[in-house]
């Protein structure tokens, strides 16, 4: 009866280990596939920006700065590593972004004729929902770090994640300029 009773024993742990294992997998595959979703929006925002930058060419006097940071950040876009998560390219695509941004802003205000131009207030458009995607796809991306990151710490699941998996926690996309505008600090 005892020997009966250790082998159950054992078949639970071993099931209690397969799903604590399964469920690592499983949110490590979410964490994925939500960076891939922030990459795809990323991406999107290339065929905005290829266009944007044929109609801004067209402009003799346009800025030549501006042009550049269109140019940059389309290479960092495209640069972006689908395979690994790679938190700081992607601080470094949405910062120059917000430059750009600010860049199309100031050139509008000198340009007042680019502003009436339909096709550049569909791309400033589209620009700016490509931006709003990629910020919900951010939040998705950090919510699923959170639980991945979560999954893989706490006891005994960081045992079970040690022995089969040796996953590390991911970091979650900060965005330092936005954080350095903040008065309050937490005290992590």
């Known amino acids: 009866m005892g020997l009966l009773i250790f082998l159950l024993l054992i078949v639970a742990v071993v099931i209690a280990c397969i799903a604590i294992r399964n469920n690592i997998v499983r949110h490590h ?12 929006y990323e991406r999107q925002k290339i065929k905005i920006l290829d266009g944007l930058q044929t109609l801004v060419e067209q402009y003799s006097s346009f ?25 700081s390219q992607l601080q470094r695509i949405e910062s120059l972004n917000k430059e750009l941004m600010h860049s199309l802003n100031v050139v509008v205000e000198n340009y007042p004729e680019l502003k009436a131009n339909e096709i ?19 939040s998705i991306f950090n919510r699923n770090v959170e639980l991945f990151n979560n999954h893989i710490q706490i006891f005994p699941n960081n045992i079970v994640n040690t022995m089969t998996l040796s996953k590390k926690a991911i970091r979650p996309f900060r965005d330092a300029q936005a954080t350095q505008s903040f008065d309050y600090k937490p005290n992590f």
């Open 29 to 40: 595959n979410a964490t994925v596939r939500a960076w891939a979703d922030v990459a795809t």
């Open 63 to 87: 800025e030549k700065g501006t042009l550049e940071k269109v140019t940059e950040l389309r290479q960092n876009i495209l640069n972006l590593n689908l395979k690994n998560t790679d938190v």
């Open 120 to 138: 550049y207030l569909k791309m400033m458009n589209e620009i700016e929902e490509q931006n709003e995607n990629v910020g919900a796809a951010i």
